[in-house]
């Protein structure tokens, strides 16, 4: 059974930019071209319509709250070497490029934990 998504409509869009500001939503060609790349693999159909690079957990809830109600993929993206070929978009949608977030939550030092965001390599 072929699972059918929704392209990102003009107030998704709208309300995706309300979420993460006009400075963190990428809809140039350009810029998406850049994310269909695997390790070894590109497809020219494979390229995302949006990027978009949440800057903490509200925002990353927020984005698959509006993705989840509309059926749009939403692919998470972090270093970009995609040696597994995870990040490809064979179904159009986003990518959340985790990148941006790149903070040190907490340095437990007792227990041998560090808390970081997904961004941190």
Do not use: C, H
């Not at 695997?38 to 957990?57: A, E, M, T, V």
């Amino acid at each position: 059974m072929e699972r059918k998504y929704n392209k990102i409509s003009k107030p998704q869009f709208d309300l995706l930019k309300e979420i993460v500001g006009k400075d963190f939503i990428f809809e140039e060609y350009e810029i998406r071209w850049t994310y269909a790349f695997g390790g070894s693999i590109f497809n020219k159909d494979w390229i995302p319509d949006l990027i978009i690079p949440p800057q903490g957990k509200n925002q990353i809830s927020e984005i698959l709250k509006a993705a989840n109600k509309n059926i749009i993929p939403v692919i998470p993206r972090g270093n970009g070497t995609s040696s597994s070929s995870k990040p490809l978009i064979p179904y159009g949608g986003m990518v959340s490029d985790l990148n941006w977030m790149n903070r040190i939550i907490e340095i437990d030092i007792e227990n041998n934990v560090v808390g970081v965001e997904p961004g941190i390599y």
